[in-house]
């Protein structure tokens, strides 16, 4: 259902921009819908949900694939790029009390409550603050989380993100929202991601439009930051981005499964950069996957740079370390 919002939502867009077009929408459901009694950790990288909708682009089935950003590698496989990233929702992680704890914030939860997530990013960070919850392993869309959380009396709260809850209209279930301080998020969180192929020149200058420049410079650094980490599901890396007075702010971190062990670094750069026009060979200059030639190239260089630079600075601290442990840990 949000997969289906979500993709209704930037149909809805592209309608308004080109009335005369008309936008069919085909369903599909892949490898990670269907795995639902293990850990998405477990069950190999990101492409867990992306695989399928790529074929269906290559073989010419589909045109654009709306996809969440932070479910796209920092990779892309060869042909295809993210051709527009939209405005990005509130990139928070948020919790979700059973009814029985209406009111509550974690701190004020029962000594060996369990808290659902099926991140090891929220998990590890968690578990540092508060020491006290259990974290268990919860899968399934939307609905079947919040539904499970209602009708059993497993988890006291689950962690999800307050982008989805938000788009699925149920704001209203959100108990405490967490801020960096108690919970970085994810990078790309909260943004939507429109995937094409690479040479369909005409839906790419289509799509386009739909690029909002603070949150493309914003996930560019985020991405770039955990392409340097090689980080993907399987290991606890965190971010927080802000975009201010034309400076570009990026915290990354890293965690060992349990939080005890982490490095965390902020750094910044300006993004303050007139757009030029440039007709030619540098037309599409991918940046971590994503092509926007709206967004001035030079802003899009800083801002790969700095998170290339925020993940060296944590590799150079022992970064390698944690998330090789993590990576068995999680393996085993």
Known sequence: ?????????????????????????????????????????????????????????????VDLVVHSLKDLPTSLPPGFTIGAVCKRENPLDAVVFHPKNCGKTLSLLPEKSVIGTSSLRRAAQLKKKFPQLEFRDIRGNLNTRLKKLDEKEDFSAIILAAAGLKRMGWENRIGQLLSPEDCLYAVGQGALAVEVRAKDQETLNMVSVLHDADTVLRCIAERAFMKRLEGGCSVPVAVNTVLKDGQLYLTGAVYSLDGSDSLKETMQTSVCYPQQNEDGPNDDVQHVGITAKNVPAQAQEAAENLGVEVASLLLSKGAKHILSVARQLNDA
């Open 1 to 61: 259902q949000l997969a289906r919002i979500q993709t209704d939502s930037v149909v809805e867009m592209l309608r308004e921009l080109h009335p005369d077009l008309r936008f069919e929408i085909v369903a599909m459901s892949t490898t990670g819908d269907k795995i639902l009694d293990t850990a998405l950790s477990k069950i190999g990288e990101k492409s867990l949900f992306t695989k399928e909708l790529e074929n269906a682009l290559e073989r010419n089935e």
